[in-house]
């Protein structure tokens, strides 16, 4: 029942996100008050960690479960416009994390807990390689030269809300609901969440701060985790 819903909000996210990426890389920023930046960066990164969520929901197949192909190719769309990733490897990845969580076979977890930045830096290293880097900046240039973008505005409101929507994303989907695991011990008990008021939640990251709910019941698309304590099995 929640498969239109989740094919809908997906494309919707990403055209929100077309939209204001378009306005915040064209606007004349220095016409823009402060709190007019600020906002606009918020916006940015909200829309950027959407981006994300979206592209999650496409690995676990349930953007659009009655065509695959059409599933897989809206999350490999949204993964391309958040920071030129790969759906494939990311799922690969993701997959894993799901069957090996909180073990040394889990590729986002660290093994000795370290601190937030530790962590934080050696998880970005499996995920985004200096070819890939590489790859990301060519195709930036190629498109400021296209459309004539100004540099200051690509850096407040599209590199800056990158890097913001990583930080979060990751403070929010691994650091907190992982980092109790003891070493090489699968435990689903283990999995933290934070049962944040509804719209606190899904400002601060999708709600996934209902994280234990996600790994428990990963058919749920992000927008029903709250509610998630009426499902009882689990389809992963």
Partial sequence: MFNHISLLVALLIILFWGVTISFALMVDWTNLSLLAVILLILLQTFFNNGLFIVAHDGMHGILFPYNLNINDAIA????????????????????????????????????????????????????????????????????????????????????????????????????????????????????KSFHLPILLSLITCYHFSYHQEHHRYPFLPWWQLPFAMGFSQSHF
């Avoid at 985004?128 to 100004?150: A, D, P, W």
């Avoid at 690509?154 to 989907?173: K, V, Y």
């Avoid at 907190?176 to 011990?185: G, I, T, W």
């Fill in 76 to 191: 490999a769309l949204a993964l391309i416009l958040y920071g030129g990733l790969s759906f494939r490897d990311l799922r690969e990845k993701h997959y894993l994390h799901h069957r090996f969580t909180g073990t040394s076979l889990d590729p986002d977890f660290h093994e000795h807990n370290p601190n937030f930045c530790f962590w934080y830096f050696r998880f970005m290293r499996k995920y985004v390689s200096f070819l890939k880097l590489c790859r990301l900046c060519l195709l930036i240039l190629i498109i400021v030269n296209l459309f004539y973008i100004h540099w200051l505005n690509l850096l407040l409101f599209w590199a800056l809300p990158l890097i913001f929507s990583s930080l979060q994303l990751f403070f929010f989907g691994t650091f907190l609901p992982h980092r109790h695991h003891q070493d090489n011990q699968y435990s689903l008990g283990a999995i």
